[in-house]
């Protein structure tokens, strides 16, 4: 009870958690919520997933071949490089900012890491590992140029673009190129690895399942507990269900073709272990905070520099991981690196996906959903013979209407007051 003026009581005003609400009026309730942040313009996947289901009806209607097992399955391992890279940029983007370096970055490691077992003796793991952290020195260097001196990250990385190149061509020397093929390797066995078994795929897609379903039951028991409003176990059981089919469906998909390849598994795993980082951790919320605003970041006690110079070296040691996967892909290293193609992919796919180039909006979900955009494209157009500029341009096109969504969805959002 509280007091009005004159000393009368007045009722408290109680607020309903709008959840609560959306509950108790059932699959209404979920349709009309899920309606009016589509109209506030909180869109989320919704866009890029219809975008790959046309994208896949196309190709499917021009050549039958394309949803074909074999072919759905070596999609699923081209995406590997280009993805971790992307992954890696969503860092980035999230605080407004640009990585230009990350192409020049991934082949520069990927020479190290060619260098590094055929010329200077140095066993695979080993190799690996040194391109891995040569890769999150430069993304250091990047980040201390950045939020210590205040240079722009545009120009900062544009200055690495043209640096990390030049140093991979010092890096191989006069041989210019050096081939990885080694059929028994831990390089080759990273994209050559399938296991033939059909109990893996769909082992691995009912643990996951499970995993998601004991999870989500863990947190819900938390919130009832403490008395936070939460999802009623009815959705968190659909939504499990929902989980198992699309991935039971994609056991059977690789199943069908060579089995379950192991570098989209290391993907994934990557994917949902820095999402788990981005949604879970404080530092994955410092990261947002730094992102939406960056002067109430500062005043809120964040260390902005830290933040800053972190998401610089997440981007450069993705980069270098994304070159490892190149270079277990291609079996060689050339003075052309992984080309500077993949820098635009990498930042397409994470920007198709859903990241906002404007800060403060994305997870690592999106570079997964981005660069399955962009491959399907390529493998589809490379399927039906469609030449190599007809690619690069429908690419361009669908970023710029990612990014025009993404615009729409952010003035939309202020005008709901959402922003």
Request: net charge positive; charged share 10%; glycine share 12%.
């Amino acid at each position: 009870m509280t007091a009005t003026r004159d000393g009368a009581p007045q009722p408290a005003v109680v607020v309903t958690d709008p959840r609560l609400v959306v509950q108790q009026r059932g699959l209404s309730g979920y349709l009309s919520e899920t309606w009016r942040r589509i109209r506030g313009g909180e869109l989320g996947s919704i866009p890029v997933v219809i975008g790959l289901i046309i994208i896949w009806a196309i190709f499917q209607t021009m050549n039958s071949g394309f949803l074909a097992p074999g072919y759905l399955s070596q999609i699923s391992v081209d995406i590997v490089a280009t993805g971790m890279m992307a992954t890696g940029i969503v860092f980035v983007l999230l605080l407004g900012e640009i990585d230009l370096s990350i192409g020049s970055v991934s082949g520069a490691c990927a020479a190290i890491l060619a260098v590094a077992n055929q010329r200077w003796g140095f066993s695979e793991w080993e190799s690996i590992l040194m391109a891995v952290v040569v890769g999150l020195a430069m993304g250091l260097i990047h980040g201390f140029f950045f939020a210590k001196i205040g240079v722009p990250a545009f120009i900062v990385t544009l200055a690495g673009l043209l640096g990390w190149l030049g140093f991979m061509l010092w890096v191989l020397g006069s041989t210019g190129s050096y081939n990885l093929s080694n059929t028994d390797g831990l390089i080759d066995r990273l994209t050559g690895t399938y296991f033939a078994e059909t109990f893996w795929a769909y082992g691995l897609a009912g643990v996951v399942t499970v995993g998601y379903l004991a999870v989500c039951l863990y947190g819900w028991r938390r919130r009832v507990k403490a008395g936070i409003p939460t999802r009623r176990p009815v959705e968190i059981i659909v939504r499990s269900v929902l989980l198992g089919v699309v991935l039971f469906g994609i056991a059977v998909v690789f199943n069908q073709a060579r089995g379950l390849p192991l570098a989209p598994v290391i993907f994934l795993v990557f994917v949902v272990g820095l999402d788990f980082v981005l949604r879970h951790t404080s530092y994955g919320r410092k990261v947002f905070a730094v992102g939406g605003n960056v002067e109430a970041a500062r005043r809120a006690g964040i260390n902005v520099t830290a933040i800053r110079i972190s998401v610089f070296a997440i981007s450069g040691t993705m980069a270098a991981i994304g070159g490892v996967f190149f270079a277990s892909v291609n079996q060689n290293i050339t003075k052309s690196g992984t080309g500077q193609d993949i820098l635009m992919d990498a930042i397409a796919a994470a920007v198709i996906g859903g990241t906002s180039l404007f800060g403060g909006r994305g997870s690592t979900y999106s570079a997964l959903l981005g660069v399955l955009v962009i491959q399907s494209i390529a493998a589809g157009m490379n399927l039906v013979g469609i030449t190599d500029y007809a690619q690069y341009m429908v690419t361009g096109v669908v970023l710029l209407a990612a990014v025009v969504i993404d615009s729409i969805s952010r003035r939309s959002q202020r005008a709901s007051g959402r922003a």
